[in-house]
């Protein structure tokens, strides 16, 4: 359990780093924001028809009386717009990090680089890192949505659709979340999607203590767009923690033991 205190502490050291390094922090708010201008937007016409969809889905209700049509579609309002938050909780950090792989990549570096020690770096061009990354988020977002599925359907069952759903939704998001955050300093330490997915299953509670605290924050609106660049600072601190940062002769941080694969 210790793991779960462990991740938190990262999380708020990344956050702690972050505002201590002012333009750091400006520099990381701008991806964030471009993101969340498109996402309030979709979420605005998601809420706005929600219920014209569930109205078509359920043609087979039109007849049913009363107070039973109303309590389905209701249900089912409620059920799109909490699958469409969920969604746009987990692809919003995937968007913002692809939108902002450049941004991001050289806060990561700096993190790096203050806690001492050689930088790791991919030597990949830019346009590679864009491609890697948009290639490996459309995976893991793949996945996401899978289990989305499947929350969004056991969420019709009495008792347990009302309560344990729900945290499992939010466990799972945040084990995503920490998943894409942490892809920017693994990436650049040149491991690939299914070695960074072995490694965090390994320490599932650290990875827990990072993400779910930072899934519900990203609930509040705005909220998202200022915790991002500390939220990737934390990510690469949790990184050096995952990985080692062994030292050299001189004390100083080596290059991660990983060897860069072709991806």
Same mark, same amino acid.
């Given at each position: 359990? #210790?793991?779960?205190?462990?991740? %938190?502490?990262? +999380?708020?050291?990344?956050?702690?780093?972050?505002?201590?390094?002012? *333009?750091?922090?400006?520099?990381?708010? @701008?991806?964030?924001?471009?993101?969340?201008?498109?996402?309030?937007?979709?979420?605005?016409?998601?809420?706005?028809?929600?219920?014209? %969809?569930?109205?078509?889905?359920?043609?087979?209700?039109?007849?049913?009386?009363?107070?039973?049509?109303?309590?389905? &579609?209701?249900? /089912?309002?409620?059920?799109?717009?909490?699958?469409?938050? %969920?969604?746009?909780?987990?692809?919003?950090?995937?968007?913002?990090?692809?939108?902002?792989?450049?941004?991001?990549?050289?806060?990561?570096?700096?993190?790096?680089?203050?806690?001492?020690?050689?930088?790791?770096?991919?030597?990949?061009?830019?346009? &590679?890192?864009?491609?890697?990354?948009? !290639?490996?988020?459309? !995976?893991? +977002?793949? &996945?996401?949505?899978?289990?989305?599925?499947? /929350?969004?359907? /056991?969420?019709?069952?009495?008792?347990?659709?009302?309560?344990?759903?729900?945290?499992?939704?939010?466990?799972? #998001?945040?084990?995503?979340?920490?998943?894409?955050?942490?892809?920017?300093? /693994?990436?650049? !330490?040149?491991?690939? +999607?299914?070695?960074?997915?072995? @490694?965090? *299953?390994?320490?599932?509670?650290?990875?827990?203590?990072?993400?779910?605290?930072? $899934?519900?924050? %990203? @609930?509040?609106?705005?909220?998202?767009?200022?915790?991002?660049?500390?939220?990737?600072?934390?990510? $690469?601190?949790?990184? !050096?923690?995952?990985?080692?940062?062994? *030292?050299?002769?001189?004390?100083?941080?080596?290059? $991660?033991?990983? $060897?860069?694969?072709?991806?």
């Amino acid at each position: 359990m #210790s793991d779960l205190g462990a991740g %938190f502490g990262y +999380l708020m050291k990344g956050q702690r780093w972050a505002f201590g390094h002012g *333009r750091w922090l400006a520099f990381g708010l @701008l991806p964030g924001l471009i993101t969340l201008v498109v996402y309030a937007g979709a979420l605005i016409g998601l809420g706005h028809g929600a219920d014209d %969809f569930v109205g078509w889905a359920t043609p087979f209700a039109d007849d049913w009386s009363s107070p039973w049509l109303g309590l389905l &579609r209701n249900t /089912l309002v409620v059920l799109v717009y909490v699958l469409g938050l %969920f969604l746009a909780v987990i692809t919003f950090t995937a968007v913002t990090l692809l939108v902002g792989q450049p941004f991001y990549e050289s806060l990561s570096e700096e993190v790096d680089r203050s806690e001492g020690g050689e930088v790791p770096g991919s030597g990949l061009p830019l346009w &590679r890192e864009l491609w890697i990354s948009a !290639r490996d988020s459309v !995976r893991v +977002l793949l &996945r996401v949505a899978l289990y989305g599925v499947l /929350l969004f359907a /056991l969420g019709f069952v009495p008792v347990i659709g009302q309560t344990v759903v729900p945290a499992l939704g939010f466990c799972l #998001s945040g084990y995503f979340l920490a998943q894409e955050l942490t892809s920017v300093a /693994l990436q650049r !330490r040149g491991m690939v +999607l299914a070695d960074r997915l072995t @490694l965090l *299953r390994g320490r599932r509670l650290l990875v827990l203590g990072f993400g779910v605290p930072l $899934t519900l924050s %990203f @609930l509040v609106p705005f909220v998202a767009v200022f915790l991002m660049p500390g939220a990737v600072a934390g990510a $690469t601190l949790l990184v !050096r923690d995952l990985v080692g940062a062994p *030292r050299g002769e001189d004390g100083a941080a080596a290059r $991660t033991p990983y $060897t860069l694969r072709k991806n």
